[in-house]
C-alpha cells in the first residue's frame, strides 16, 4: 500500500508561481509513474503532468511551458512547479501514483487558487 500526502497549495494572483509536493510513504518502492491531475468546479479530473521511474515527462498542452514536474525516487516525492499561473489554472490538484502491478493510488487534493 502506499499513502499520498500533497501540500503547497494556496491562494496566488495572476503570474505568480506555487510549488505543490507529494510525499508517498508505504511501500514506494513499488511505485511506476507519479504524476499530478486537476479537478475544477463542473469539470472532468484531467491529467496535468507525469513523470516516470526514469524521469520521463508528459505534460497536458495547457500547461506546457509554465509547469515542471519533477521527483525524488529515494524519497517517494514528486513536485509541480507552477510558473505564469492563471485562473483557469484555479482546481484541487491531485497527486497520484501508479504501482508496478497495476496499483493506482490517490492523495485527497490541494486546493489552487489564482485571483484575476
Known amino acids: 500500500q502506499v499513502q499520498l500526502v500533497e501540500s503547497g497549495g494556496g491562494l496566488v494572483q495572476a503570474g505568480g508561481s506555487l510549488v505543490l509536493s507529494c510525499a508517498a510513504s508505504?511501500?514506494?518502492?513499488?511505485?511506476?509513474?507519479m504524476g499530478w491531475y486537476r479537478q475544477a468546479p463542473g469539470k472532468q479530473r484531467e491529467l496535468v503532468a507525469d513523470i516516470t521511474r526514469g524521469a520521463r515527462t508528459n505534460y497536458a498542452d495547457s500547461v506546457k511551458g509554465r509547469f515542471t514536474i519533477s521527483r525524488d525516487n529515494a524519497k517517494g516525492t514528486v513536485y509541480l512547479q507552477m510558473n505564469s499561473l492563471k485562473p483557469e489554472d484555479t482546481a484541487v490538484y491531485y497527486c497520484?501514483?501508479?504501482?508496478?502491478?497495476?496499483?493506482?493510488?490517490w492523495g485527497r487534493g490541494t486546493q489552487v487558487t489564482v485571483s484575476s
Open positions: 497520484n501514483a501508479n504501482g508496478r502491478i497495476g496499483q493506482v493510488y
Open positions: 508505504g511501500s514506494i518502492f513499488s511505485i511506476n509513474a
